[in-house]
């Protein structure tokens, strides 16, 4: 269903590849002229992926100061039909959240100083620092003491329905929170228990042996979270406690339907 870009150090080597993949990618291949033009073409791929989370991450950050949900904004904007249909977020991985600092690294060294890009990752390398904030004051609003506070996370991978922990950015989330000496504990039905533990010092927690919270952060959207009824997510919560919707994908009316405050990115 996708086109793969294809190259090689020469005419032979590039008619070998092609004809591999060929072989196999139903939507055909695309020749790229060297392996340069090739590994730019994915590097900007995810750059331009990169920035394009970032500006809706700003925006978000605005919005919030404007008391603006940023979701029924978005959502107003997405009926023109030259709006792009991204989502503020956590930005982690291995791709689009490195692969923008190995372009300007090169620029760099060719002595041009990117601002863009680099401004792009700033946004969102901050954005599990703001979540976190945003958790403590609303914590803070609601009365309850920061310090031993009960925190549930759902979600640990860097993104949904898949286990891998690389570069994940709810760590950052978790390790602010930890800051203010809020007590964090982590679920993840995904994620490998030993590698939580090996790359984070994190141990995962079992749904049935969550603690009641007075906050819980649904960082990650993976199907297990989203089946879950509004109901069987309360019952981790305690009466008038907080839910931060990362994903804005929860049942905003419904949970505060049940006393549950709600606030999403």
């Known amino acids: 269903r996708i086109i793969k870009v294809v190259a090689g150090d020469c005419a032979a080597t590039l008619d070998r590849v092609a004809t591999m993949y060929g072989s196999i990618i139903s939507a055909g291949v695309h020749r790229?002229?060297?392996?340069?033009?090739?590994?730019?073409?994915?590097?900007?791929?995810?750059?331009?992926?990169?920035?394009?989370?970032?500006?809706?991450?700003?925006?978000?950050?605005?919005?919030?100061?404007?008391?603006?949900?940023?979701?029924?904004?978005?959502?107003?904007?997405?009926t023109k039909w030259n709006f792009l249909p991204f989502r503020p977020g956590l930005v982690g991985g291995h791709c689009i959240g490195v692969d923008p600092y190995y372009l300007t690294h090169k620029a760099d060294k060719l002595g041009y100083h990117p601002q863009v890009i680099l401004a792009g990752r700033r946004i969102?390398?901050?954005?599990?620092?703001?979540?976190?904030?945003?958790?403590?004051?609303n914590l803070i609003q609601s009365g309850v003491a920061v310090k031993g506070a009960q925190v549930v996370?759902?979600?640990?991978?860097?993104?949904?329905?898949?286990?891998?922990?690389?570069?994940?950015?709810?760590i950052d989330v978790i390790r602010e929170l930890e800051s203010y000496g809020v007590s964090v504990t982590?679920?993840?039905?995904?994620?490998?228990?030993?590698?939580?533990?090996?790359?984070?010092?994190?141990?995962?927690?079992?749904?049935?042996?969550l603690p009641r919270a007075h906050a819980l952060i649904a960082a990650v959207a993976h199907?297990?979270?989203?089946?879950?009824?509004?109901?069987?997510?309360?019952?981790?919560?305690?009466?008038?406690?907080?839910?931060?919707d990362v994903?804005?994908?929860?049942?905003?009316?419904?949970?505060?339907?049940?006393?549950?405050?709600?606030w999403r990115l």
């Open 32 to 78: 790229a002229s060297s392996i340069k033009v090739a590994e730019a073409a994915k590097v900007i791929e995810n750059t331009q992926r990169d920035l394009n989370i970032a500006l809706m991450n700003e925006l978000s950050l605005i919005f919030h100061r404007m008391d603006i949900d940023t979701t029924e904004v978005l959502e107003a904007a997405g």
């Open 124 to 137: 969102n390398d901050g954005m599990g620092k703001f979540i976190a904030e945003q958790t403590v004051k």
């Open 153 to 170: 996370v759902l979600g640990l991978t860097f993104k949904e329905n898949c286990p891998d922990l690389r570069n994940s950015k709810v």
């Open 186 to 209: 982590v679920h993840d039905p995904v994620a490998d228990a030993g590698e939580a533990m090996d790359h984070y010092g994190v141990p995962l927690v079992g749904w049935d042996d």
């Open 223 to 244: 199907h297990a979270f989203r089946e879950r009824s509004v109901d069987q997510t309360i019952e981790k919560l305690a009466l008038g406690a907080l839910y931060v």
């Open 247 to 262: 994903k804005c994908h929860a049942d905003a009316p419904a949970l505060r339907a049940r006393g549950i405050k709600v």
